[in-house]
């Protein structure tokens, strides 16, 4: 019975050597692969790729098993929605035309069964991101992307992992600072009636009730590889080891 929804979250595949890289990648299609008997969707919160760009007839080798156990996924009927992350550089139509993903520049409002669910990335969220939110305009401005794309794959793909590590700098300033600022920004959300808000960006796993309503961090797989799952009302955590089997928190 499919009456669940999938959450997942900064993965940062590409990240690391080429060994991490492989079990990480099979831990993930692994939790794919599992989801697909009950899954009624699936969310990607951004950052499945440490950077990602696509050309208008080329894009970027190593990852043809995840992008295989998507298309598994929507081929079986389950929608699969891909909120771009500050890691995804740009994407044209591959991830729709090809894999039926729907992709989503923006943040998602949606009602699941019964509740209101805001489903974001979370950068750029943050009141003192204004450095970023100025990239964030450069790397999104379709002419620059386009004026980008004439460049050679190899270089353009090369310089996109460079600026990947750069802006890995700003998580890492996230992941220190003992306040959760997008929590801040969550609770004004939940005081306007919102009931879930899911995010990723900050590397910091989260599970907090305020108010009526709930801010859950997904947290990032470099650290705590998990999936999450709302059914029945109840949202959960589902963890995954590169080590051991996988196991089920709350």
Known sequence: MRNSYYFLSDVHLGLENRDKEWKKESLLIEALRSIREDAKELFIVGDL??????YKR???KGYFRTLSALHEITSSGIPVHYVIGNHDFMHRDFFEDVLQVRMHEDSIERT???KDFFISHGDG???????????????RNKKIQFLYSLLHPDFGIWFASGSSKKSRESTV??????RDKLFDFSKGL???GKDYIIMGHTHKRAYEEYNNGYYINLGTWLKMPCLGRYRDGHFEFIDFSLTTDADTTK
Not at 173 to 178: C, F, L, R, S, V
């Open 125 to 139: 969220l943050i009141k003192d991101d204004y450095l970023y939110n100025i990239l964030k305009k450069i790397l």
């Open 49 to 54: 790729f440490d950077y990602w760009f696509e």
């Open 58 to 60: 080329v894009y970027q």
């Open 190 to 192: 939940i005081d306007k």
């Open 112 to 114: 699941l069964d019964g």
């Open 173 to 178: 300033k996230y992941e220190k600072d003992p």
